[in-house]
Every structure is written in C-alpha cells, then in structure tokens.
C-alpha cells in the first residue's frame, strides 16, 4: 500500500510535511514494477512523471552524440529521480533502467508541481537533493583525476566496512556490472581493479566479498 510504504513516507523529497499529508500524497503515487535493465525514462522525452524507488535500484544514465552511455547514479529505495522538474522544465534529463528488478512509484508531475507550489518546503527539499547530487558529482571528478581505479574500489569496499572491524564478509548489493557503473568503470577494469586488491586481502566470489584486514584495504585506497 502506497501510503504506508516507508520508502515513499520517508523519502527526502517529503521531509518537513506532516505525516498525514504525505501518506495523502503517497496514496495518490501509482506502483509499478520493472525487470532487470527494463527501461523506465528516456532522457529528453517529455516528462509526466517524478518518480520514488520503492524497492530494488534504479541506475541513471546520461549519453552523448554517438549513442554511448555512461552511468551517473544508482538510486537506492527512498530515492527520487526526476524531482528537479517540480522547479521547471519538461523534459527528462537522463535515462533510468531498473537495475536488477526494482519497483518505482510514479508521481504526476503536473499535480506534484500544483503540490508544491502550496508546500513551499517541497522547493527546499528539492534544492537539497540537488545540492547533494551537485557535491557528490564533485567528489566523483574528483576522485577520477586523483585514484586509480582499483583505489576507487577499495575505496567504496571500505565504505562498506564497519568502523571497528577487522576482517569483513559482504555481499554486493548488485551485479558487478552495476557496480562498475556506479563506480565509473567498465567493467573490465572493474574485474582488473579487484584483481589488483588481492595483495591487499581481497577476495571476491560471485557478489560475496571478502575483505582479510580492513587495514591492508585502507591503506590501499
């Protein structure tokens, strides 16, 4: 039920709203299900649509003259994409795919828009979640001029290590694929970067990762 669904109610794009307004809101949504690399947008088709990942991931895309695509964004549940509309424009800025399957609720974008010019809050949240993409897409750049790719990956290894932990044992939460995307590899040079990490204690078997000492990890990013 859309209402109550913990990945709507507490997304970002709602925060501040009282919690009768957006379960109101949230009822409204309409559900629906992709599967695995299905497309949901395609970048500068007209927009109807602001969209909420309720289960599953969601990858964003962007391409360029000659067809290619590069992911710039996997969407977690209680992720928006397409939010930046509710301050204009009418065309999507990317493409999204369901990742390995996802379920994504779907916002009418002339009612959201209706919607938050009577909830100004709704303006801040979306400058906030632009202002985090803006950040993150710095800190991308970032590290693509300053580490290699297998400091790339361990890096995004040791973000899934706890604090206090020696030695770890995880699961990708998708394909290596995805993964490269997220990471802005091919993924080639994903499989080159986690052969790499093996004198560091790495071992990765299918997505079940295996991390020896999260020092020697750390001291390879």
């Known amino acids: 039920m859309p209402a109550k669904n913990p ?35 395609a970048e500068g088709h007209q927009a109807s649509f602001v969209y ?52 994504v609720a779907l916002f009418e974008l002339a009612d959201l828009r209706a919607f938050a010019d009577r909830h100004p809050i709704m303006h801040r ?13 710095m800190d991308c750049i970032a590290g693509d001029r300053l580490h290699t790719a297998a400091q790339r990956v361990a890096n995004y290894l040791m ?25 802005g590899l091919a993924p080639e040079a994903l499989s080159r970067a986690f052969a790499a990490l093996v004198p560091a204690g790495v071992e990765v078997r299918g997505k079940v990762v295996l991390v020896d000492s999260v020092d020697q990890l750390r001291k390879a990013c």
């Open 125 to 137: 949240n979306v400058m906030r979640i632009m202002t985090r993409h803006l950040l993150g897409a």
């Open 7 to 41: 990945a709507l109610v507490e997304s970002d794009l709602f925060d501040g709203l009282d919690r009768a307004t957006v379960e109101h809101l949230a009822a409204k949504a309409r559900l629906q299900s992709f599967v695995a690399d299905e497309q949901i947008i």
């Open 159 to 183: 973000s899934r290590c706890p604090a206090s932990a020696s030695q770890v044992t995880f699961r990708l939460p998708y394909r290596k694929r995805i993964l490269a995307g997220k990471l």
């Open 52 to 103: 909420c990942v309720v289960s599953g991931f969601v990858r964003l895309s962007k391409s360029e003259s000659t067809g290619r695509e590069a992911d710039i964004f996997v969407c977690e549940p209680g992720d928006t994409f397409g939010e930046y509309l509710l301050s204009g424009g009418g065309s999507y800025a990317y493409s999204a795919r369901s990742a390995d399957g996802a379920e």
